[in-house]
C-alpha cells in the first residue's frame, strides 16, 4: 500500500490537470451544468479523456481509507479538491452521485477534516448538484439524495456548528427541504436523529416552539461557526477575511485561486480589486450565516399589528436588507416581499400545515418521526 502521500501527489497532479483544461475553456461551464439540457455539449468543450475512470477511481480510494494510516490528511484534502475540479466534467449520473459520495468520505477521513469536507459540499458541489434542472421525464436525484447527505454529516461530525452550516446551505438551495429533515428524525441513526429534530425547531418558524427551548440551542449553535475564507491566492487579508462575494467564471477563478475548483470566493477587498481589472465580470453576494433565529419580523420597516415570524427567506434579494443574512418575516411582510408579481423564484421557508395536509411521504415521515419519539 503507498503511503497517503504518494497518493495525495497523484491526485494533486490529476486536479492541476483538470483545472488546467477546464481553465481553456472559452464557453460556460458553470452556466451550463445549471441543466441537464447543455450535458452533451457541456462535455464536448474538453478533450476526449475518461473522466468517469477518474471518477470510479475516487470513488474506490474512498473505500481503501481505513488501510491508509500515514498522510492520511493529505490523502484526504486531496481527494476533496480533486472531488470537486473533477464535477463539470462529470455527465448527468455521476453529478447526481457526487454529493453523497463527498459527504460519505465523512464517515472514513478524520476529524480533522471534517470542516473542510463541510466546505466543499457547502461551497462547491450542492449548489450545483441539487438544483439542476433535469430533464422532463427524469428526477433529480442528487436533490433526493438529499436526506442521505444530512445523515452522513450528522452521524459522523460531533460539531454542531457543521450541522448548523450544511442546513441552512440546504435551506438556501432547496424549498422542500424539511421533508428531508423530516425523514433524517425519522428513519436517522440516535445522533443524526436528535441533531435533524433539534435543528427543526431551531430553524422553521412555529414549529410547536413551547416543545422545546429555543434558547438552549441558541447558545450552543451561535459558538464555533468558523466563516469560510477568501480563496484568492495572493488576499492581502491572508485567509482571514470572510468571504462576502463569489465569482462563477472558471477562468477568473483558476487565474486567482490556481489550486482551487471554481467557483472563486472573495473577501470584499479581493473582489472589488479584480473587479476593477475584470469590470465585465459579476460578483454576486453570498448569504451569511444566520446569526440568531429571531421570533418576530426582521423586515425594518415592519407595521404589521402581529409581528410573529411565519416565514424564512433565503434568497440574496431579501437577504439583502438583513445585512445579506436570511431574513424572517411577518405574515404581511412576507405577502408583501412574496407574490405573484415579485420574489415568485425566492427560497423560502414556511411553518408545515397540519399533518393531514402533507402529502403522502411526507406523513409517513412525520408518523415515523413522532413514533420514534424524537420530536414530541
Ligand atoms: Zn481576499
Ligand atoms: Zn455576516
Ligand atoms: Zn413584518
Ligand atoms: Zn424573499
Redesign the pocket.
Known amino acids: 500500500m503507498p503511503s497517503g502521500l504518494d497518493i495525495a501527489n497523484t491526485l494533486k497532479y490529476f486536479s492541476q490537470t483538470l483545472l488546467s483544461l477546464l481553465k481553456e475553456v472559452r464557453e460556460v461551464p458553470f452556466e451550463m451544468i445549471k441543466s441537464q439540457q447543455f450535458d452533451g455539449e457541456r462535455m464536448a468543450l474538453y478533450p476526449n479523456l475518461d473522466y468517469k475512470q477518474l471518477y470510479n477511481a475516487l470513488t474506490q480510494l474512498v473505500d481503501v481509507v481505513p488501510l491508509i494510516h500515514i498522510g492520511l490528511q493529505a490523502f484526504g484534502k486531496a481527494l476533496l479538491q480533486c472531488l470537486a475540479c473533477l464535477l463539470p466534467f462529470l455527465d448527468h449520473d455521476l453529478i447526481d452521485n457526487l454529493s453523497y459520495l463527498t459527504a460519505s468520505t465523512i464517515s472514513v477521513l478524520p476529524m480533522e477534516l471534517h470542516e473542510e469536507i463541510v466546505n466543499y459540499l457547502c461551497f462547491y458541489i450542492l449548489p450545483f448538484t441539487i438544483t439542476r434542472r433535469i430533464e422532463a421525464s427524469g428526477k433529480n436525484a442528487a436533490s433526493q439524495s438529499v436526506a442521505a447527505v444530512i445523515m452522513m454529516v450528522f452521524q459522523y461530525s460531533n460539531n454542531p456548528a457543521h450541522h448548523c452550516q450544511l442546513l441552512e446551505c440546504l435551506m438556501a438551495l432547496k424549498p422542500g427541504v424539511v421533508k428531508d429533515i423530516l425523514c433524517v428524525v425519522a428513519y436517522g441513526t440516535a445522533p443524526a436523529r436528535a441533531s435533524a429534530a433539534k435543528l427543526l425547531f431551531y430553524y422553521w418558524p412555529s414549529f410547536n416552539p413551547n416543545l422545546f427551548d429555543r434558547r438552549a440551542v441558541l447558545v450552543k449553535f451561535a459558538n464555533d461557526l468558523t466563516p469560510f475564507v477568501c480563496q484568492r491566492d495572493s488576499c492581502p487579508n491572508a485567509g482571514n477575511a470572510e468571504a462576502g462575494k463569489v465569482c462563477y467564471d472558471h477562468r477568473i477563478s483558476i487565474t486567482f485561486a490556481t489550486e482551487s475548483p471554481p467557483p472563486l470566493y472573495l473577501c470584499i477587498e479581493c473582489a472589488n480589486e479584480i473587479h476593477r481589472e475584470h469590470p465585465n465580470q459579476m460578483f454576486y453576494d453570498i448569504l451569511h450565516p444566520m446569526q440568531q433565529v429571531s421570533m418576530v419580523c426582521e423586515n425594518k420597516n415592519c407595521r404589521a399589528a402581529d409581528k410573529s415570524a411565519i416565514?424564512i427567506?433565503?434568497?440574496t434579494?431579501?437577504?439583502s436588507y438583513n445585512g445579506n443574512h436570511p431574513?424572517r418575516?411577518c405574515q404581511q411582510c412576507?405577502n408583501i416581499?412574496?407574490n405573484n408579481r415579485r420574489?415568485g423564484d425566492?427560497?423560502?421557508h414556511m411553518a408545515l400545515p397540519h399533518i393531514s395536509q402533507l402529502d403522502p411521504q411526507t406523513q409517513t415521515y412525520m408518523v415515523q418521526a413522532i413514533v420514534r419519539q424524537a420530536l414530541f
Open positions: 416565514s427567506c433565503f434568497s434579494e431579501c437577504a431574513i418575516y412576507h416581499r412574496h420574489g425566492h427560497v423560502y
